[in-house]
């Protein structure tokens, strides 16, 4: 499993209020993902990174950034949370010798 | 974008017997990755079985095999004689060189005893 370790497993947070999600790897993949989760919507990708300190968007990034200064450690920030943003979020990370895609535990993040 | 869609939000198999969730996806490229995701009540998804859309054979993992088309652009996922612990949300994926990945929207698996 790429040694995916997510955290915090869930959290329950307020409108507005800043929320940062933690991504570790033990398998030094270069390639690093934040995806959500909804129903009827299947992953959705937030931001990725290619490298440390080199990130870009993905197709639902407005309200997130991250940020990656090691190779083991992604971060995922809400910096204003919003109702809308409730939801799972997983982390990835890609083994570029098969591109298998290796998944974290996910965050269930509630938003009140 | 490439688009990926599964049409059957919800499938039912009888223990023991075979079922197959169905996958397509929309590409102008020609060389690519398809994959089946596993996502039991645990939440954690995990990975069925891969097909590089430059090999004609078809990907078989156990019980799992699939039926990839590449001019169909189909990639259905069979499950032969299934087990309860088959019950979960399959996710079908697509990715090509320089892309992300994408997701379709899932296929809920009910096992019946």
């Known amino acids: 499993d790429a040694g995916i370790t997510q955290s915090p497993r869930h959290k329950v947070t307020e409108t507005g209020t800043p929320v940062t999600l933690r991504c570790h790897q033990t398998e030094n993949h270069r390639y690093m993902y934040w995806y959500r989760q909804d129903p009827g919507h299947g992953l959705r990708l937030i931001h990725y990174s290619y490298g440390v300190k080199d990130t870009d968007k993905g197709e639902v990034s407005d309200g997130y950034s991250v940020s990656r200064s090691k190779t083991e450690d992604f971060l995922l920030t809400l910096e204003s949370a919003t109702s809308s943003q409730t939801s799972v979020y997983f982390c990835?990370?890609?083994?570029?010798?098969?591109?298998?895609?290796?998944f974290g535990s996910g965050t269930q993040l509630s938003v009140l | 974008a490439q688009t990926v869609t599964q049409s059957q939000p919800e499938m039912s198999v009888q223990e023991a017997e075979t079922v197959t969730l169905s996958c397509t996806y929309d590409?102008?490229?020609?060389?690519?990755?398809l994959f089946w995701y596993k996502q039991p009540p645990s939440r954690q998804m995990i990975l069925v079985i891969r097909q590089e859309a430059y090999k004609q054979q078809n990907a078989t993992e156990n019980r799992f095999s699939v039926n990839f088309q590449k001019a169909a652009k189909s990639f259905s996922l069979k499950i032969s004689d299934s087990q309860l612990g088959d019950a979960a949300m399959y996710f079908c994926a697509y990715r090509s060189a320089g892309d992300d990945m994408r997701f379709g929207a899932g296929t809920r698996l009910t096992v019946k005893p």
């Open positions: 590409t102008s490229e020609s060389d690519y990755y």
């Open positions: 990835a990370a890609r083994d570029s010798t098969n591109e298998k895609l290796f």
